[in-house]
């Protein structure tokens, strides 16, 4: 790994491992964001029924309930590197036929269904075994430029690059953006599976440990760790939120606001936009107040940009909040993945990782629902305001754990006691 010294702690330098995971990382969410942009209208011409249509974004996120503490208990026995670069392969080998069946006029909804589905399985592993992955190339002291840098590239890349390219691919046919899609996996899976780096020492498991028994380890790790434990209900409310102020989004801007897809395409671009900007502050902020602060002062100023989404009927509001919640939403998603891979032990990061997601990530769905009914009960601001209250109570439980001093790792488990700021 090619290192340098930054104030006597070494920093992780764009060649070597870091640069390689790093261009895997973009190119793969590259690739990612043409498959995602190229997939609803690619449905919307096999079927008319919105249940339908739902049921394949559903698709996509119900693996993480099914099989997310699986992945994470895989990524913690196997070699993390020779996970991804594999898992990838398989991604691209089955996003390329899904291409040709497409080119060939033999796509389905129900093969749309199956390729969601897979997809995400495949990736409960891939995104564990990253996270687990990232300790063995930089020192922990610097996870969280680390985790900016890897962030802000794949925001930049699947927020702002790749959406001009979708219709130009599509000019070409159908099958296209599936096609780099599947290019970008493989070269990504190169790109991994070229890094040379010592895998981490694990003790050895208990006779008899089961792939059940080490998944209930992560998750009582997450539940025991007060400060993880805190920051993944913030994490999950926030997430919910999330997932309202989303699904209806295109209507609060078309139909409230009356600014038409030209309103809503302008609100989308100041928020990934937001998420570059953060992206470069983030580690800034963590240093100055700490990383649970960074969290706090990230949740209080997204509540007040839903508020001022959900109460100004005006597109300059909703362009300032929508900024505000990119920036301040990646400065969370930075100090939150780094807290936990700090406060981890480096033999349960996978496991860890993988419950944390599963109990926040996947309820992002239960948000959409929700929102459709706030909603169509109480107006098209509802929902903004719906999850600005979620902010706020996520704020509210992020208050027991802002101490000035937490440790890396708790000091009574006999793994770390060294001293950070949260």
Not at 90 to 111: E, N, P, Y
Not at 195 to 207: F, G, S
Not at 383 to 409: E, H, Q
Request: glycine share 10%; charged share 15%.
């Amino acid at each position: 790994m090619t290192t340098v010294e930054v104030a006597g702690v070494r920093a992780s330098a764009w060649r070597g491992g870091f640069g390689r995971l790093w261009t895997a990382a973009v190119v793969s969410r590259f690739g990612d964001a043409l498959r995602t942009a190229a997939l609803p209208l690619l449905a919307v011409r096999l079927t008319d029924d919105p249940f339908v249509i739902a049921v394949v974004t559903a698709c996509g996120y119900l693996p993480w309930l099914l099989f997310g503490l699986l992945g994470g208990a895989i990524a913690d026995r196997v070699d993390q590197r020779r996970a991804m670069w594999a898992v990838d392969t398989v991604r691209g080998a089955l996003v390329a036929c899904f291409a040709l069946a497409v080119a060939l006029g033999h796509a389905s909804i129900a093969l749309l269904i199956a390729l969601a589905f897979t997809l995400t399985t495949l990736q409960t592993l891939f995104d564990n075994a990253s996270t687990a992955l990232l300790p063995s190339l930089v020192d922990r002291a610097v996870l969280g430029s680390a985790n900016a840098r890897l962030m802000t590239g794949q925001q930049l890349a699947g927020g702002l690059l790749a959406g001009p390219f979708v219709p130009l691919l599509l000019t070409v046919g159908a099958a296209m953006p599936f096609m780099a899609d599947a290019a970008s996996y493989l070269l990504a899976a190169a790109l991994v599976a070229s890094l040379r780096i010592r895998a981490p020492e694990r003790d050895p498991r208990p006779a008899g440990s089961t792939l059940r028994a080490e998944m209930g380890e992560g998750l009582r790790a997450l539940w025991h760790d007060r400060v993880l434990r805190a920051t993944c209900v913030a994490t999950l409310l926030c997430n919910i939120g999330m997932g309202a102020l989303i699904a209806t989004l295109v209507l609060h801007v078309t139909r409230w606001l009356h600014t038409g897809n030209a309103g809503y395409a302008a609100a989308m671009t100041a928020y990934s936009a937001g998420s570059l900007c953060g992206g470069f502050v983030a580690q800034r902020v963590a240093r100055r107040i700490g990383r649970a602060r960074s969290l706090f002062l990230a949740g209080c100023v997204q509540t007040s940009s839903l508020v001022l989404i959900g109460t100004v009927r005006h597109l300059g509001a909703l362009l300032v909040g929508m900024v505000l919640l990119g920036a301040m939403g990646m400065v969370w998603n930075v100090n939150q993945v780094t807290l936990m891979q700090q406060r981890s032990p480096e033999s349960m990061v996978g496991r860890i990782s993988s419950a944390f997601r599963t109990a926040s990530t996947s309820r992002a769905p239960l948000g959409a629902l929700l929102g459709g009914a706030v909603a169509g009960a109480y107006g098209l601001n509802g929902p903004a305001l719906f999850a600005a209250v979620l902010f706020g109570l996520a704020v509210t439980s992020l208050i027991p754990v802002l101490k000035p001093d937490v440790s890396v790792v708790e000091p009574d488990d006999g793994v770390t006691t060294g001293h950070v700021k949260p």
